[in-house]
């Protein structure tokens, strides 16, 4: 069974920046397409950015597009997001997911409904 557990969140200042790391056991994460969600309060989760197996396909919410990028690095078993310029907006509980892909290379849909392994979830606070 594939775990998956978060660390890195933060509060921190507007304009500030924070790397969340995921890190994955129990089964090879290069099997998995990855993806970062954010559930604010009172709000819906929302999908903000995912990334293929292979890395090579990512999709953003506009949001976060030119602020936040997705990686992975597969020999570790580990995703990151590295977030700037961060705004009090940005604040929310952020999760990794992953779906069980079979194509290497096919492009990654970032719908949450679409992941079924779940992290607890990291916060992220911004404020001045």
């Known amino acids: 069974q594939l775990q998956l557990v978060e660390s890195g969140g933060d509060s921190v200042k507007p304009g500030g920046s924070l790397v969340l790391s995921c890190v994955a056991s129990?089964?090879?994460?290069?099997?998995?397409?990855i993806g970062w969600f954010r559930q604010g309060s009172g709000k819906e989760r929302e999908g903000i950015a995912c990334?293929?197996?292979?890395?090579?396909?990512?999709v953003y919410e506009d949001a976060v597009k030119g602020r936040f990028t997705i990686s992975r690095d597969n020999p570790k078993n580990t995703a990151y997001l590295q977030m700037t310029n961060l705004k009090p907006e940005d604040t929310a509980v952020y999760s990794c997911?992953?779906?069980?892909?079979?194509?290497?290379?096919?492009?990654?849909?970032?719908?949450?409904?679409?992941?079924?392994?779940w992290g607890q979830g990291t916060q992220v606070t911004v404020s001045a």
């Open positions: 997911a992953a779906q069980r892909v079979l194509v290497f290379d096919s492009e990654v849909v970032c719908d949450p409904s679409r992941f079924g392994f």
């Open positions: 129990g089964l090879t994460l290069d099997r998995y397409a």
């Open positions: 990334i293929n197996r292979s890395g090579g396909h990512t």
